[in-house]
């Protein structure tokens, strides 16, 4: 537990402190001459009545500066903001944020490729609470980020291919070849804990060819199967733009994800319509249960409570 505006804990206390000294200092002093003399004043305090008659106004005294004490101090708890605190969860129709993974399977010069970096390089400034990361066939050129300023600038020197910044890093393997699945799976590690759901939406966007073209020289380090496995876990949506068939890997992939499979025709509407068909905000598309980070709650509901048996203590004193 803790408080984000603690001077508002040390001003109450101040204040509080203030009270209590003005009135011993205001209190006006009892002048013995000004007061009547009462005969048998002892025999009067010794009613029963008298002793009950006191007994309820001292309890009343008592009551009343505990409740506006207790009050008081629970109002500027609340004042202060205090987080950590148990509260009750809130149901929001917000859709959770969205995680997107922009995939590349190709080259610059493929031309599917250039225009989705390009596409997404004039778009990213437009994200309200989007991460946005860029997979290569075997580099993460854009972590997932919410610097669009910065990612913009990422998806727009690969679309230059630039040699600073290159798409693809210079690496060559004796015994192994890039697959599809490969830099698919690659792609869905880029999420973070990636082997589990996530509150975050997470969608990828595969880019470029079907099959890559030296996927024959080498096993697959993934299959088709693990690779569903992979998404499904990570409950991930899956679309892509291709110039293959819908009757491949990638296409199947996407089927049982529940995104979509598009040929390469127009890169800028099929990507358009892809972003229009976010992943749904749980499994069923439900609201969200959300907590707020402050608490305030316990100290209301405290300041609430003492308000009302300062309220209702004079009506039992009266019965």
């Known amino acids: 537990m803790d408080l984000i505006w603690w001077v508002v804990v040390i001003a109450g206390c101040l204040a509080l402190a203030g009270c209590v000294g003005l009135a011993l200092l205001l209190r006006e002093p009892v002048d013995p001459d000004e007061l009547r003399p009462l005969a048998n004043t002892r025999r ?3 009613l029963p009545e008298y002793v009950r008659a ?7 005294a008592v009551v009343a500066v505990t409740m506006l004490t207790v009050a008081f101090a629970a109002a500027v708890f609340a004042a202060a903001r205090p987080t950590g605190l148990p509260s009750s969860p809130r149901t929001t129709q917000a859709a959770a944020a969205e995680d997107i993974m922009v995939c590349v399977g190709g080259p610059v010069t493929d031309p599917t490729v250039s225009a989705t970096l390009r596409y997404f390089a004039d778009r990213v400034a437009a994200f309200g609470t989007e991460r946005i990361g860029l997979t290569s066939a075997n580099r993460r050129v854009v972590p997932l980020t919410r610097d669009y300023q910065y990612a913009a600038g990422q998806f727009a020197a690969a679309a230059a291919d630039d040699a600073a910044r290159p798409l693809v890093s210079p ?3 004796v015994d192994y070849a890039a697959t599809v699945t490969d830099v698919l799976a690659l792609c869905l590690t ?3 804990s990636f082997d589990e759901p996530s509150a975050q939406r997470r969608s990828l966007i595969y880019v470029g060819p079907e099959t890559l073209p030296a996927a024959g020289r080498s096993t697959p380090l993934f299959t088709a199967e693990r690779l569903r496995e992979l998404a499904h876990d990570a409950d991930v949506q899956v679309n892509a733009v291709t110039s293959g068939t819908d009757e491949g890997t990638v296409a199947a992939l996407t089927r049982s994800t529940g995104g979509r499979w ?3 025709v127009d890169v800028a ?3 358009t319509e892809i972003r229009n068909h976010p992943p749904q ?3 069923s598309g439900a609201a969200a249960d959300t907590r707020s980070p402050e608490t305030p709650g316990i100290a209301v509901l405290v300041a609430l409570l003492a308000l009302a048996v300062l309220w209702w203590w004079p009506v039992v004193m009266r019965r």
């Open 269 to 271: 509407a099929q990507l």
């Open 281 to 283: 905000a749980g499994a």
């Open 54 to 60: 006191m007994r309820r106004r001292i309890m009343a």
């Open 190 to 192: 880029g999420f973070p």
């Open 44 to 46: 009067l305090t010794r």
């Open 171 to 173: 690496v060559s393997y």
């Open 262 to 264: 598009l040929s390469s």
